[in-house]
């Protein structure tokens, strides 16, 4: 045997032999997910309800349990694209773009009212149009006042409840809050508010403010989205959502009185140095859901941009316990 070919044997023993060791003591379950799947690729498709434009992204297989992925702000459903295919080797994953944000159509104020309610009932169109009877909701940031509207209008459709620094209490709410108070009693008089919420500073903040690990933070993130925000005809939806989000903290009493009556299954995933959702809101899930699972991360509001791999077992985890 020549000495190239004897080298060659060697290392491929010496290759078997390393992953003999990884796989010792391992010991596979009938739920542990597929290591390579093709329902894992992401499909992007466009649809249109009540006359708007609306984008989605889905994988997964579509006879398994269903997440209805909802992104906060300013972004979009662009946020899950990491996350999505983690889940999609056991679930049929949905994450859409509100009317206003990412691909989806942004209509006038004057022909589309920016209002909460507005944004849930084109995303309760958009399931019925996708015949999803039922579903589980993961809610970030402005997914909470989407989703919990999507709940109370329609319990017997959720499955499951996964929030991550989806806020839904007063004491979740941090310092910035008592100016939107202002700016919510009187628009026009504090026309500074709704500057900094849209300028390049706080966009970036929202993702790099209370993380410890600022290279795991993709910076194209903020700079498209301030892109998107300094688009025609944004500054009139964002400051109507904007002006409109005092429903929602006004809401909080009834939402927390239905997960009281309804106990939906939930895990809160909360990025705990968040500044504008403290980790106390993510805490206070315990007081109206005793076996609600929450787990306070070392991160900031997008937690998911620097937790992936933690937060997608947690959420694999839980869903295996809830939704089959």
């Known amino acids: 045997m020549g000495y190239g070919l004897q080298m060659h044997l060697k290392n491929w ?13 391992f010991t596979p379950t009938a739920r542990a997910a597929p290591l390579l799947s093709s329902h894992a690729t992401t499909t992007y498709h466009r649809t249109e309800i009540d006359g708007v434009g609306i984008f989605y992204r889905e994988a997964g297989p579509k006879d398994a349990p269903t997440i209805v992925l909802l992104h906060g702000f300013p972004t979009s459903s662009r946020q899950y694209e990491t996350l999505i295919p983690l889940l999609a080797t056991r679930y049929h994953i949905i994450a859409p773009d509100y009317p206003g944000f990412g691909q989806s159509d942004a209509p006038d104020p004057s022909a589309f009212p920016y209002t909460f309610d507005h944004l849930a009932k084109v995303m309760d169109d958009l399931l019925v149009r996708l015949k999803v009877e039922r579903y589980s909701l993961y809610i970030h940031d402005y997914g909470a006042p989407v989703g919990f509207r999507m709940m109370l209008a329609h319990p017997e459709r959720l499955d499951a409840l996964i929030t991550q620094n989806g806020n839904a209490y ?3 709410l941090g310092r910035k809050w008592p100016g939107m108070a202002e700016y ?33 933070y993709n910076p194209q993130a903020w700079l498209d989205e301030f892109a998107h925000l300094a688009r025609p005809g944004q500054r009139a939806i964002q400051s ?17 009185a239905w997960l009281r009556e309804h106990q939906p299954p939930t895990l809160v995933v909360w990025g705990a140095n968040d500044p504008s959702f403290i980790a106390a809101g993510g805490a206070a899930f315990k007081r109206d859901l005793p076996g609600a699972e929450v787990h306070l991360l070392d991160a900031g509001h997008f937690a998911l941009d620097e937790k992936t791999d933690e937060i997608a077992r947690l959420i694999l985890d839980f869903m295996a316990r809830h939704s089959e």
């Open 13 to 25: 023993l010496v290759s078997v032999a390393v992953a003999a060791s990884l796989l010792a003591g």
């Open 170 to 172: 007063r004491e979740g």
């Open 184 to 216: 919510w009693a009187d628009p026009q008089g504090h026309p500074q508010v709704l500057e900094a919420f849209l300028s390049f500073d706080t966009t970036m903040q929202r993702h790099t403010a209370g993380t410890s690990h600022p290279e795991r």
């Open 240 to 256: 109507a959502l904007l002006y409109d989000y005092r429903t929602n903290v006004a809401a909080y009493p009834q939402w927390q």
